[in-house]
């Protein structure tokens, strides 16, 4: 103690400068890099919502303050395209997690060719997401497409029409492309969770009398619990962000029934030019996107102190 | 009624046979231990008969009825698995209901079994601990417990201790010993490759070699009368010693000259037909004793191992060969490099022509 505050008194000022300063020397070019590539864009585009800048407009660019919100507030197309959000980010996500998980359970049992089978149905995951929606934008196109036909055959349509371009059913065709391109998503990481439950915990069950809805619910659930969780929660975040499909596919329409906030953003900034407005609309899906995080990852922690 | 009829029951994986025809019949209220080299099968019989594991041959029955196929929960065993295998999102408590909650048993009484597993067992203060909050000790009573609220008929154990320390595995041995003590009329079939495990607990064992029994038989008979070399040496630590030789005089007592010199006495009686046949004589290490004079070979002591109670000594005869392994009682420093004469009682002293004992046949 005495030693180490002598030797501190004996060192010169530019000694004790350079070794105080040290650790932050040498994290400086990461943190500088993390805080050029992060932040400045972050910033940047939040920046944007408050200012007036329309590309067209060599005028624009002043600071507006809250003008932007206050529009927003009145901009019904905007709440349209937030319902439809919540529509297309649930049912994708539900549907994706639910034939994930009956994907990953058939997958867990072995069978011949269980190998071959596993590799193929991971494939959609490999396809470019606007090529899936032009594919099944053509699936759905009832003059080259099966599935309006198919549809039509099982009564679930009066006839065999397009039904991207039907209102009321619109989003059921991204929704539909969605779903078949995100099931390998959670069909990859529920096996990995699944592989890893010991199997003695099924063979003890079996001699306690257990039965597969028993084994599945006292087992298998909580095992997955964790993972379930957390796949949902970057799903939701992902898919709520996720225009690609739409736009290839209905481009917002009909009458912009299939128009989510990701997508409303894309036509904001990118069609009518508006960056300011679009940047606002971008940091209020970004609030309440942070909220929703926040939201499950404390439900994920009070669980977890549970168990 | 709880005995276990095995006939001729065959088990392979695919095309790889692990059990050829294995029969044994367990009476009621006994408590069998499986022992043998690991990967002879052991687990896959225990597992077959709890139903775990498809039969592929033979007839399995547990109190008369033919249980081939007969799902786990309706044979009346209850498994303690090695690795414990508890439920580890339920407490202790759940743990022990889970069977009983399935099998809808009224609250009141599942109530009672578990306080009263758990006043056996000693877990009553942890009943609301999940598996995780437990020692490894805590865990295998926890694993004991959800099978003894079962009430069954048939306790299955596979290598239940080879994850404690050696101090918690003597308690919980002795634990187990008192358990089935304290249930005279429970069958137990328990899997070890603990040589004490076997001896102490067991009423018969039961050795498993490569494909099927090689012997069953009360702890001492093993011992005293091994039927073949290979349960000669499986049977006690270290292994019984094996000279070969010839045997030079029949009757009530055989003598064997043994090839590297020296004879030897055995109480095992042979006829004149078996004058010049070729043996093994087998000595266990604890049989052999440091005499002055004539005795079953001299050699010279190249290792000591002082183990305090007693010290063991490696042996090398003239004739090269393996190590003679010797354990004398109380602790001979001296002996190291030492030339020693060793002879053994004729009644300790076992005879095997072709592998099997000249005691049965
Ligand atoms: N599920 C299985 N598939 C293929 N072979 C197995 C399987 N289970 C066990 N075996 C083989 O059967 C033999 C006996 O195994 P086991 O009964 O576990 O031996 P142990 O006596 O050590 O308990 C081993 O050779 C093992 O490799
Ligand atoms: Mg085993």
Redesign the pocket.
């Known amino acids: 103690m005495t030693l180490a505050a002598h030797s501190h008194a004996a060192k010169p000022l530019r000694k004790r400068i350079a070794d105080a300063s040290e650790p932050y020397l040498y994290s400086a070019p990461a943190l500088i890099l993390i805080i050029g590539v992060m932040l400045v864009p972050l910033v940047l585009g939040i920046s944007y919502a408050f200012r007036d800048i329309q590309l067209l407009n060599p005028f624009s660019g002043g600071f507006i303050g809250l003008d932007h919100f206050r529009a927003l507030g009145q901009d019904q197309a905007f709440f349209r395209a937030l319902r439809n959000t919540l529509w297309w980010t649930g049912a994708s996500v539900f549907l994706q997690f639910i034939f994930g998980l009956i994907l990953a359970l058939l997958l867990d049992k072995p069978f011949a060719g269980r190998g071959l089978v596993q590799a193929l149905v991971f494939l959609p995951w490999a396809v470019p997401s606007f090529l899936a929606g032009l594919n099944w934008a053509w699936l759905f196109n009832p003059v080259i497409g099966p599935l309006p036909h198919w549809l039509h055959a099982l009564g679930l349509l009066d006839a065999p029409n397009n039904i991207l371009s039907d209102p009321q059913l619109a989003m059921w065709g991204p929704i539909a492309a969605n779903v078949w391109w995100g099931i390998p998503f959670f069909a990859i990481t529920l096996l990995a969770a699944l592989q890893a439950i010991p199997r003695d915990l099924y063979e003890a069950a079996s001699i306690d009398g257990a039965g597969p809805v028993q084994r599945f619910l006292s087992i298998t659930l909580p095992f997955l619990a964790p993972t379930i969780a957390i796949t949902i929660l970057l799903r939701t975040v992902w898919i709520s962000n996720f225009a690609d499909l739409i736009v290839v596919m209905t481009n917002g329409g009909p009458a912009d029934r299939t128009q989510i906030v990701a997508s409303y953003i894309f036509t904001q900034a990118f069609k009518r030019l508006d960056f300011g407005y679009a940047s606002a609309i971008a940091l209020v899906l970004l609030v309440l996107l942070l909220v929703y995080s926040l939201l499950i990852v404390l439900l994920r922690q009070t669980m977890l102190n549970k168990g | 009624m709880a005995s276990i009829d095995i006939q001729s029951i065959r088990k392979s ?2 095309a ?1 046979p ?1 059990l050829h025809g294995v029969d044994l019949t367990i009476q009621d209220g006994e408590f069998i231990v499986l022992v ?10 225990l ?1 077959m008969i709890a139903g775990l594991e498809r039969i592929s041959g033979g007839d399995l029955l547990i109190g008369g009825q033919r249980m081939n196929d007969v799902p786990p929960a309706q044979r009346g065993i209850a498994m303690v698995f090695q690795s414990y295998a508890l439920y580890p999102h339920m407490t202790v408590r759940q743990n022990m209901e889970f069977a009983l909650q399935i099998a809808r048993m009224p609250k009141a009484e599942i109530d009672k079994a578990v306080e009263n597993a758990a006043r056996i067992l000693q877990l009553t203060p942890y009943l609301d601990r999940l598996p995780k909050a437990l020692s490894g000790g805590q865990r295998q009573r926890v694993a004991i417990g959800r099978a003894i609220v079962r009430d069954p008929k048939v306790f299955l154990f ?1 290598e239940p201790l080879s994850n404690l320390d050696a101090a918690l595995r003597v308690a919980t041995r002795i634990e187990i010993a008192q358990l089935k003590e304290a249930m005279p009329d429970r069958t137990m079939i328990y ?1 070890t490759h603990d040589q004490v495990e076997a001896m102490t607990l067991a009423s018969r064992i039961v050795v ?1 070699a490569r494909k099927g029994i090689a012997q069953v038989g009360t702890p001492l008979e093993l011992y005293e009368r091994p039927v073949d070399e290979f349960v000669a040496q499986f049977i006690g630590s270290p292994a019984m010693n094996l000279l070969a030789g010839e045997i030079i005089a029949t009757g009530a007592e055989t003598v064997v000259r043994l090839d590297g010199g020296g004879t030897a006495r055995s109480a095992v009686p042979t006829q004149t037909s078996d004058m010049g046949r070729k043996v093994n004589i087998g000595v266990r290490p604890e049989d052999l004793l440091a005499v002055s004079g004539d005795g079953l070979f001299s050699g010279e002591v190249q290792i000591v191992e002082a183990l305090g109670e007693v010290t063991q000594l490696y042996v090398a005869r003239p004739g090269g060969g393996a190590h003679i392994i010797a354990k004398l009682p109380g602790i001979h420093p001296d002996l190291r490099h030492k030339t020693v004469t060793f002879g053994a009682d004729p009644a300790k002293v076992h005879l095997f022509a072709d592998g099997r004992s000249l005691l049965y046949r």
């Open positions: 994986f695919g790889f692990v043998g080299p690991s990967g002879c099968g052991k687990s896959t019989l597992r596979d899997v498993l």
